[in-house]
């Protein structure tokens, strides 16, 4: 019998704060330590860090008596997670961390899109569909919103592109993990094969382009591969999982779209970036889009208090 979900509390407001805080500021830490260490050995580094920390979990917790029925689905998991931080490591040579930030979030409407077209209980409400229009005119905008064609700078527009792709494979991740075996799977144990198959990958793609031999280790670049791979990849996803257990999915996922705004603000303090009109404009539509489509139940019930 599963465990009663409760809904949100203080403890579980503070928390998600510092997460989408941690969440926001992993595209910063990436651009901002690329001068020392390539993004792609950043992610494969990170990635195998966590992967070693998370192995040693499953195998404590014995969780790696799942393997055999479950290894199918983890390696095409783990694939598009690789691919995910592939986008975002070419992207952020392009794009400014602020954008890649509100593209990546996009990932929740592709995860909506293909569970709706997967699994009959998944099935798109009004709102969601809503919501769907919103974010894609709100992409619409942040691409190209009231800027003419020889204002465009086709470096940039390339890099959010990769960051959108980047918020597809995230997206198709999760439906690969919902319509699988996984699903029922530990939740270390799917995370395990993200890791272990990303890390695999892109080593792989960073020694084939030569990027693991460009690489200084200076503090700023230790730093931000250590943060990296153990606050963000094994604590911060942990501890997420854990609040997914005790508390309302829709009503942390609320919460979870702060992580954009963080992302943005750090890029803008911490990198000196410049936001654009249409870029904010574009972002409001698509973090707007993102509420209605993954907290749809939140949403519903704040409308019928409202209209009584």
């Known amino acids: 019998m599963s465990?009663?979900?409760q809904q949100p509390d203080a403890f579980a407001f503070q928390l998600m704060m510092l997460l989408c805080l941690i969440w926001g500021?992993?595209?910063?830490?990436?651009?901002?330590?690329?001068?020392?260490?390539?993004?792609?050995?950043?992610?494969a580094l990170r990635?195998?860090?966590?992967?070693?920390?998370?192995?040693a979990l499953v195998c404590w917790r014995r969780e790696w008596m799942q393997l055999g029925c479950t290894w199918r689905p983890g390696l095409l998991a783990g694939g598009l997670f690789g691919l995910e931080f592939l986008f975002i490591a070419e992207?952020?040579?392009?794009?400014?961390?602020?954008?890649?930030?509100?593209?990546?979030?996009?990932?929740?409407?592709?995860?909506?899109?293909?569970?709706?077209?997967?699994?009959?209980?998944?099935r798109l409400r009004r709102l969601q569909w809503l919501g769907i229009l919103l974010a894609f005119g709100g992409i619409a905008t942040a691409f190209a919103g009231g800027v003419s064609w020889a204002e465009l700078?086709?470096?940039m527009l390339l890099g959010d592109a990769l960051g959108l792709l980047a918020g597809l494979a995230w997206g198709a991740t999760t439906v690969v993990v919902r319509g699988s075996r996984l699903s029922e799977a530990p939740a270390s144990l799917t995370l395990l094969y993200q890791l272990l198959v990303?890390?695999?990958?892109?080593?792989?793609?960073?020694?084939?382009?030569?990027q693991v031999l460009d690489v200084r280790f200076t503090p700023m670049a230790l730093g931000?591969?250590?943060?990296?791979?153990?606050?963000?990849?094994?604590?911060?996803?942990?501890?997420w999982f854990w609040?997914?257990?005790?508390?309302l999915a829709s009503n942390l996922a609320v919460f979870s779209f702060i992580t954009p705004l963080f992302g943005v603000s750090f890029g803008v303090l911490l990198l000196g970036e410049r936001l654009t009109a249409n870029f904010v404009l574009g972002a409001l539509l698509v973090l707007a889009g993102v509420v209605l489509v993954s907290a749809e139940p939140w949403v519903r019930r704040q409308l019928r208090r409202v209209l009584g």
């Not at 954008?99 to 592709?110: D, E, G, K, Q």
């Open 3 to 5: 465990a009663t979900r």
């Open 25 to 43: 500021s992993q595209q910063v830490l990436i651009k901002w330590a690329a001068v020392d260490i390539a993004p792609v050995m950043q992610a």
């Open 47 to 55: 990635s195998g860090i966590a992967a070693v920390l998370v192995a």
């Open 91 to 122: 992207g952020l040579k392009l794009t400014s961390a602020a954008h890649m930030s509100v593209f990546l979030y996009t990932a929740p409407i592709f995860t909506a899109l293909g569970l709706h077209l997967t699994l009959p209980s998944e």
């Open 153 to 155: 700078d086709t470096r």
């Open 198 to 210: 990303g890390f695999i990958g892109l080593l792989l793609i960073a020694t084939l382009s030569g």
């Open 224 to 239: 931000s591969v250590l943060f990296q791979g153990v606050v963000v990849s094994f604590v911060s996803y942990l501890t």
């Open 243 to 247: 609040l997914l257990r005790k508390y």
